[in-house]
């Protein structure tokens, strides 16, 4: 029997940095998570042990500190470029980084003052190859939403294991996951020359897109998930997608995974009470889990993008 | 050797419950968790399996939605204080209670749309007492702050263990588990009588004063964390009791857990850089934890309230 | 602008379950969490709410425990797949299903007396389609396991952000998750046949071999960590993934996610000690990861197996 | 209005240790999380931020790391007393110090390779005061127990919420975490004069006896668990505490608390099949809790055992 080495990756995870920006005495933070992942000449160090082609994944964590030293943080998705294409172009063994980051928000309650934004978490999954390719994926997670009302579910299969009852008024809870894909990949090499002056002049205008992007994609989702009346969660998943891909036309797929987090009226009737959908269970598990994509008709091909 | 049976209670814990009021086409949520706990004669439940004085847990559950229902849920302690004599009015087995609410925040996105507010969350332990005794203690926890300056730590022991440097500038960051003690315990049996009508009419003074103290406390808390110039966190903790008890004249206790949760400057030296508390590692474990009371000089007894 | 829908699924995620079978005052139980996902003619349900095609997710809850009833559990890959080609086969609407299964362990302590084995989890996602193809991954999450010596690292890239020290000797500690191929999908249409019979007897020849693996896998998986001395942990990966598929030539592929979970010597100096890697720090974040996959060479195309 | 500090400590939580003690090729470890709790004359610096009497928490914490190198680990409560005593005699500003430390099973592969033990974590916490006066609790959590029958629940109250139907058979399992608290602080200070030697020389009576202690008291909880015909959870919690106190005369009372987490038998009848305790769905929440404790008639005050 031959066996032989598969994909393989290797990189330090989870990252913690804040970075202060002091204007004065007005402050600003940035809190991020990064994982750093790169691969390459791997066959020795995996057959062998042969480090020769191996970057530590210590000094990765000391790069990500460096250059928020050297470069800011700025859009995450900026920072995670500029790590990739260092990586890549500083390591003749490193053929393709994949660098991800997590932001984690503050709100300000004074000028140098913070307090912990609960809500959803932006993030980022960043790819670039030796090949001059690069991709971003952006993304929220933890997006908690509720529809009191304006939900229902019916004319479904109904086989031997059916026991649900349809209905025209349900609670529909669940937490956004959401991952857009854009287009043109800020950038292209020759942004990457700028790049790698400063993640925030840099590639500037990509930047501020990514910012915008953002905002924009995360009120689509809140937006559609409210107006949308719905007859089942993948109406609204795809409702929620192509309202985000119709807002931002930098940005040309968007894939959701979403769970539905059940909300049970409680039978009253024991204790002579009627319910109408005013006092539910929230359960925990099972879930419905709806995961879906959308996309242009004219997407260019995601090559590595979603890995 | 002669054993005996201890302090002990049961109850349900962790009952979820989301409450929906309609105002027309307008929704209302109220998202909480609540867990009972009952004590009273349970000698022979432990000592031979006989259940004559155990009201079941799966009746507790059964009493917090059905209560929902019938009374609303209006301020988490006024619902608490319902329940909680509830049980211990129409069991003559049960001779103490209490309940324990988490309250989860949702804002509004639409007249029946909401999204999660991930920050803290709402707290109340409350107690009754077949003596007629009530304690209400009110709280909020994760609520995480950060001053990225205005922080010093010096003039500490120095042991022969002590590798710690002097600072005059630091990253002073927590997660605040404060609770307070309400002095009136909204109630005595006189309000019980009122409130078992209605949790919303009911004591509608004190449970609007709830609201109104868990605001001005919250407010309190962010304020004196943002204000105080801190030689120390018990100096900050101190600070943020003193200030809420100021603010507050129904509250006589309040008792903060606060981690201090460590943000070390990276060393960049090594890289040729500097690092003007501009770079830092948002460390996990271990962390500080400062945990200290403030009350006033005449505070009640507080009993069975911190139970 | 035209937007389309992309790759899409939808199920029931983490159906709890336990199964106890008596024998006599003898009893088994399987603890097992299952998670379901079928695709198929979706368009309609994404863009219109008709939920013509949608086999409820409440529905798939139901067959599983119906299918536990009937069948049993057995080993979770014969069951996995019992239910994958039910789905497929009873529904025209349903044309692929992906069934994911963790399994916890327990240890007798009497009769029918059990205590939670804490240690690892097992796992299978199985995937079939309406072709015909079935394929089946084994596998484990949450070992942990530590070498107190026995691991160097050194020989690797000094950049200019290296300050990394090389070692001869450190802890080397991972919480290995592993998942392994089936080379044949214990199956092909003709084992689905018997398969519709019952989970233990059906493909009963392939159901030991599940177990047979597992217990193989792992025992190589442990043997090889604590055998193996290692210049890096991309080597003991290696080498416990080769091990494991030298030992059972019925997989033909496996991945492993091994974090490096960090164990620092501390710094005993100022206070007059050595510290002969005695005492560490076992830090949290952050952490190495390693991801590789090892493969026969002639091994067969993966198709949606890895999905 | 004047307010005044209450009751406070602070320390550092969650010191991550991992001792290995090399006996030539074999080596043993110890894997430990220490949170250390003083107070004493802290008024100035939760009014002033005045640090005088304050010993730094990273101080306590690279005690706990020299410690372990002077004195090895051993019984953890052994090495908790050492902190204690050590943190109270060295200080005079610190009148009392709390240790609690949790230690994480491994079990060997090799001679110097071990498996995380995922089962139950073993606990204690150690009170020493300037006046002399020690105390320690020893503890484990997350016991998991499962009885698959021998469970009935019936005869309890019947209230106009109640629709619990009684049973006579049902699944019992629960989350052990139980504390017992030795009648003799193993110590008093004469044993505190020899502990300063060495943790596992000195009080070796004593060391020896907690791990005695331990394995006794485990075993107990699981006998007393699987024997015992339960009627009530309550009835089993009090028979596991009865069965280790009479076990174990150097323990003076114990204290449990035990989740009753719910397995539902799953209604089949819809579907033809009938279920006669054989698939359950396992509920996460709510949950039962019942917590209590059992006591010597004759056992010695508890003091600050507990805080």
Known sequence: MTVKLGANRYGKAETRLVHVVRQGP???VKDISVSTSLSGDMEAVHLTGDNAAVLPTDSQKNTVYAFARRHGVGQIEAFALLLARHFVASQPSIHHARVEIEEYGWNRTGPHSFVRDGGEVRTCVVHHDEDGRSTV????????????????FHG????EYTTLEPTTDRILATAVAAQWRHADAAGSDSASDSASDSASDSASDSASDYAKAYTEVRRCLLDAFADTHSLSLQQTLYAMGERALTACPEICEIRLAMPNKHH??????????DNDNE???AA????GLIEGGVLREDAPDAGFAWE
Do not use: C, Q
């Not at 994926?137 to 229902?152: A, I, Q, Y």
């Not at 925990?284 to 879930?287: C, E, I, S, V």
């Open 137 to 152: 994926v952006s993304g929220l997670k933890d997006l908690v939403v509720l529809n009191s009302t304006g939900s229902e």
């Open 156 to 159: 479904y299969i109904v086989d």
């Open 284 to 287: 925990d598990r099972p879930y």
């Open 279 to 281: 006092v539910f269970f």
């Open 264 to 273: 049970f009226p409680v039978d009253l009737s024991p204790f002579g009470l």
């Open 26 to 28: 007005v402050h600003h």
